[in-house]
């Protein structure tokens, strides 16, 4: 973290059909977006399991952002309808804990570098409004 | 393998990666790293020498890891993973890094956090590295057929191709005949040789291939199974002619008394409510239009029926459904062109004597509803001034933003049409730009250009009113001269933009083939893959990949079959490496998993006296929403497992360490 504004640190779950490849996408196209994010691959957004999310805030992240493919687009025929699901589920868990405002799901197709450099600046944006999640220290305080 | 030996490969990619950070101080980083035995960095590493620096090292420091920091794995992990073949290791040892498309070409003004955020990336691969282990896949057998959906003048060739191999082709096409656009056209640009001439002997060549088997009118609902063995279900629709009894004599049509506009005529042209498409169609078979037959409209008439010589007319047919078992599929649907009564200040659909260029292009045929002579829809009589539109809804930010590839070199096969047929004629073509980029195209344009009474003039019209006669009036701003123009035209053409056909979204969607943001299929590589899709086995033939003209066309539908006959005749096709696995010790036999799998790959069962999953190999297809439901961790994904997935997201959340 450079001194000065707060930079966050967002780690993104990106499935590879459709999401990783629109980010690989605004690459090519070279679409700037803020550097702040650190993507994951997985084959689908179904694949991340909630422990995947929460062990990210644990370890450090101030928000994490879950793509996918857009409803009907999944390679897998319903990994995203079951990646939303369980994303409603853990935002009710992390609102217990004040923290469902860190965590999103957005989709974002293989065309969609434009939509991938605004989700993702969105994203950043938000987080540094919310400011620093220091889960890590506060835990290790306790 | 319990001594990791991790080698780290940071790529230059000429500047495109060394340009915006300095790889060696990556790689300087990477040394540091637990487990990382040597780090390097070189300029090219996909490279001959590249490739050889690494498969050295795998020998000379005994790696069993192998990172590569380029470009994105969907570019070269196959690549690197040859390299680690090469040098004795199992390939999914490999772990790639994107700092190109995910770093470099998108924080170049930014060069320092980029920097840092290859270090960051590197150093959460190093992480999960240590936890990747060697997998194998198993073959399974491919069929040795295709189906190839639509029958333009792509499908034709790419079924031409795959069935000379040796290939069983179906041959899906939505009309009662095949041909496409191309059957449509009057001549060729930029030979001029008669359209109808080179294509109809190319649908009988078809038609009477023993390998091809046609399935007309007819569309793909659905499809299941994977690459190699793909299950195709077909939708005949009825045409309320038993086919197979049916010799095309046309004795039906004749005496039919039921009229509609003609689609083949774009319209123009009125046919009957029992039809050939067109006088060549292949399968010369009609159709009844339920809409416009007095049988089905009125329950009087039965003509065809009475006439029939051998007793084909069937009114109650029903639709019928097939199922194709093929190991490839060659997607060949395509364009359609724009809605032009979109761009409202032409006036298209509003006046008669707006025309689009495939409607000149029927008006222009010995066949259309003029028998070839250009005449204006309004009252059949001789245009004497006549305006080309080129990018009608083409490179515009309202309507399309792409250019249909086609639309300049038929605009100056237009004015041929119309010089040849009425040579006093004036053409005035308005253009943005003329691109003649094909072979022989740029001589094409320079021989018309300068033809007598052909103006070209570098503006669109503005707002087009109709007089009293028919006749279109409009302004149009000369940019080269910077004057503006009234012109009054007794026809004008319009040069439509290129869009995806209408049933390409629910077909895609069936296929799992993504769209570019013109909606047209997505490529696997836009230069080295042209004709694949990230669907293995599902193949991209002419137009539905991006507009084309027909030559383009042609070349990538026989590309486009090269590529499947070089997939099906390798024989087989290699599972997935990314298979859910169960740590039959954890599982619990509690069975969550079973019903998550979309396609019934998990079953319970018994074994040694304790209830534990078991996975499919030939049905997985490598989701990992399995391992993302499991609550012991017993079920896990090949290449993603938690403790992989995990190691590499601790790295990434907590900064480089």
């Known amino acids: 973290?450079?001194?000065?504004?707060?930079?966050?640190?967002?780690?993104?779950?990106?499935?590879?059909?459709?999401?990783?490849?629109?980010?690989?996408?605004?690459?090519?196209?070279?679409?700037?977006?803020?550097?702040?994010?650190?993507?994951?691959?997985?084959?689908?957004?179904?694949?991340?399991?909630?422990?995947?999310?929460?062990?990210?805030?644990?370890?450090?992240a101030d928000g994490v952002l879950i793509t996918g493919c857009h409803p009907g687009d999944c390679h897998y025929i319903s990994g995203n309808y079951k990646a939303m699901r369980r994303y409603l589920l853990l935002k009710k868990l992390l609102g217990e804990l004040g923290l469902s405002d860190r965590v999103r799901l957005e989709w974002v197709s293989a065309s969609e570098g434009e939509r991938w450099a605004r989700v993702s600046s969105d994203f950043v944006e938000h987080i540094r409004k919310l400011g620093p999640l220091r889960l890590k220290e506060v835990m290790e305080g306790e | 393998?319990?001594?990791?030996?991790?080698?780290?490969?940071?790529?230059?990619?000429?500047?495109?990666?060394?340009?915006?950070?300095?790889?060696?101080?990556?790689?300087?980083?990477?040394?540091?790293?637990?487990?990382?035995?040597?780090?390097?960095?070189?300029?090219?590493?996909?490279?001959?020498?590249?490739?050889?620096?690494?498969?050295?090292?795998?020998?000379?420091?005994?790696?069993?890891?192998?990172?590569?920091?380029?470009?994105?794995?969907?570019?070269?992990?196959?690549?690197?993973?040859?390299?680690?073949?090469?040098?004795?290791?199992?390939?999914?040892?490999?772990?790639?890094?994107?700092?190109?498309?995910?770093?470099?070409?998108?924080?170049?003004?930014?060069?320092?956090?980029?920097?840092?955020?290859?270090?960051?990336?590197?150093?959460?691969?190093?992480?999960?590295?240590?936890?990747?282990?060697?997998?194998?896949?198993?073959?399974?057998?491919?069929?040795?057929?295709?189906?190839?959906?639509?029958?333009?003048?792509?499908?034709?060739?790419?079924?031409?191709?795959?069935?000379?191999?040796?290939?069983?082709?179906?041959?899906?096409?939505?009309?009662?005949?095949?041909?496409?656009?191309m059957a449509q056209l009057d001549k060729t640009f930029p030979t001029l040789d008669?359209?109808?001439?080179?294509?109809?002997?190319?649908?009988?060549?078809?038609?009477?291939?023993?390998?091809?088997?046609?399935?007309?009118?007819?569309?793909?609902?659905?499809?299941?199974?994977?690459?190699?063995?793909?299950?195709?279900?077909?939708?005949?629709?009825?045409?309320?002619?038993?086919?197979?009894?049916?010799?095309?004599?046309?004795?039906?049509v004749e005496k039919c008394p039921g009229r509609a506009p003609k689609e083949f005529d774009e319209g123009l042209g009125v046919r009957k409510a029992i039809y050939f498409e067109f006088p060549q169609a292949v399968p010369r078979r009609p159709v009844?239009?339920?809409?416009?037959?007095?049988?089905?409209?009125?329950?009087?008439?039965?003509?065809?029926?009475?006439?029939c010589p051998v007793g084909a007319i069937d009114y109650k047919q029903v639709e019928r459904y097939v199922e194709l078992n093929v190991g490839a599929i060659v997607v060949a649907i395509g364009y359609e062109l724009y809605d032009l009564s979109k761009l409202s200040e032409y006036g298209y659909g509003k006046f008669k004597n707006v025309i689009s260029g495939l409607q000149l292009e029927r008006l222009s045929s010995a066949d259309g509803p003029t028998r070839g002579k250009i005449l204006r829809p309004s009252d059949g009589k001789e245009p004497k001034t006549v305006g080309i539109v080129l990018c009608a809804g083409s490179r515009d930010e309202n309507h399309v933003k792409y250019c249909c590839r086609f639309g300049c070199a038929a605009a100056i096969k237009h004015v041929y049409y119309i010089k040849h047929a009425l040579p006093d004629a004036k053409v005035l073509v308005f253009y943005t730009d003329v691109r003649a980029f094909g072979k022989g195209?740029?001589?094409f344009y320079q021989k018309f250009r300068s033809e007598e009474n052909v103006f070209f003039i570098r503006g669109r019209p503005a707002e087009i009113f109709e007089g009293r006669d028919g006749s279109l009036i409009f302004d149009v701003y000369d940019s080269n001269t910077n004057q503006l123009i009234n012109v009054r035209a007794d026809l004008v053409v319009l040069e439509g933009a290129v869009v995806p056909p209408k049933d390409w979204e629910p077909l895609r969607r069936i296929l799992k083939v993504s769209c570019d943001p013109g909606g047209f299929a997505l490529e696997l590589h836009p230069k080295l893959r042209p004709f694949e899709t990230t669907s293995d086995g599902i193949f991209l033939a002419g137009a539905i990949?991006?507009?084309?003209?027909i030559p383009d066309t042609v070349a990538h539908a026989a590309a486009a079959a090269a590529s499947a006959i070089g997939?099906?005749?390798?024989?087989?096709?290699?599972?997935?490496?990314?298979?859910?696995?169960?740590?039959?010790?954890?599982?619990?036999?509690?069975?969550?998993?079973v019903p998550i799998c979309p396609y019934g790959a998990i079953s319970v069962s018994e074994k040694e006296g304790k209830r534990v999953a078991k996975v499919d190999v030939i049905k997985c297809k490598g989701c990992g929403a399995c391992a993302a439901t499991c609550p012991s961790g017993a079920m896990q994904q090949n290449y993603f497992t938690d403790k992989q997935v995990l190691s590499e997201v601790v790295v990434l959340a907590g900064g480089a360490k």
């Open chain 1, 1 to 60: 973290m450079s001194g000065g504004e707060f930079e966050p640190r967002i780690v993104v779950f990106a499935c590879n059909w459709c999401s990783y490849a629109g980010i690989d996408l605004a690459g090519t196209s070279r679409i700037k977006y803020p550097h702040n994010v650190r993507i994951v691959k997985v084959m689908c957004s179904g694949r991340v399991h909630p422990e995947m999310v929460l062990k990210a805030l644990e370890e450090g």
């Open chain 2, 1 to 181: 393998m319990s001594d990791v030996r991790i080698g780290v490969y940071v790529c230059h990619c000429g500047k495109n990666i060394g340009g915006v950070i300095n790889p060696a101080k990556v790689a300087e980083h990477a040394g540091k790293l637990p487990n990382v035995v040597i780090s390097r960095d070189y300029v090219y590493m996909c490279s001959s020498p590249g490739q050889l620096l690494i498969e050295e090292d795998i020998k000379k420091y005994n790696l069993n890891r192998v990172i590569v920091a380029a470009c994105s794995p969907r570019m070269h992990e196959p690549t690197f993973q040859g390299v680690l073949k090469r040098a004795g290791l199992n390939p999914w040892l490999l772990q790639m890094v994107n700092v190109r498309e995910h770093d470099t070409w998108v924080h170049e003004n930014v060069p320092e956090k980029a920097e840092e955020k290859a270090k960051d990336l590197v150093a959460a691969a190093v992480a999960r590295a240590a936890h990747l282990y060697e997998i194998n896949t198993v073959r399974a057998p491919v069929v040795k057929s295709a189906v190839v959906i639509g029958g333009g003048i792509a499908g034709i060739r790419a079924s031409l191709d795959l069935a000379n191999a040796g290939i069983k082709v179906y041959l899906i096409e939505k009309k009662q005949s095949i041909g496409g656009k």
């Open chain 2, 194 to 252: 008669c359209s109808q001439c080179i294509l109809t002997p190319l649908m009988v060549d078809v038609s009477r291939h023993p390998n091809i088997e046609i399935y007309a009118y007819s569309e793909v609902v659905d499809v299941s199974g994977s690459a190699g063995d793909f299950k195709v279900k077909v939708r005949l629709k009825p045409t309320y002619v038993d086919w197979s009894k049916c010799t095309g004599c046309g004795a039906c």
């Open chain 2, 288 to 307: 009844i239009d339920t809409e416009h037959c007095l049988w089905f409209t009125k329950g009087i008439c039965k003509v065809c029926e009475k006439v």
């Open chain 2, 441 to 443: 195209y740029e001589e």
């Open chain 2, 545 to 549: 990949q991006g507009p084309k003209d």
């Open chain 2, 567 to 593: 997939f099906l005749a390798k024989g087989y096709v290699e599972s997935v490496p990314y298979l859910a696995v169960v740590n039959e010790d954890l599982c619990s036999g509690c069975s969550l998993c």
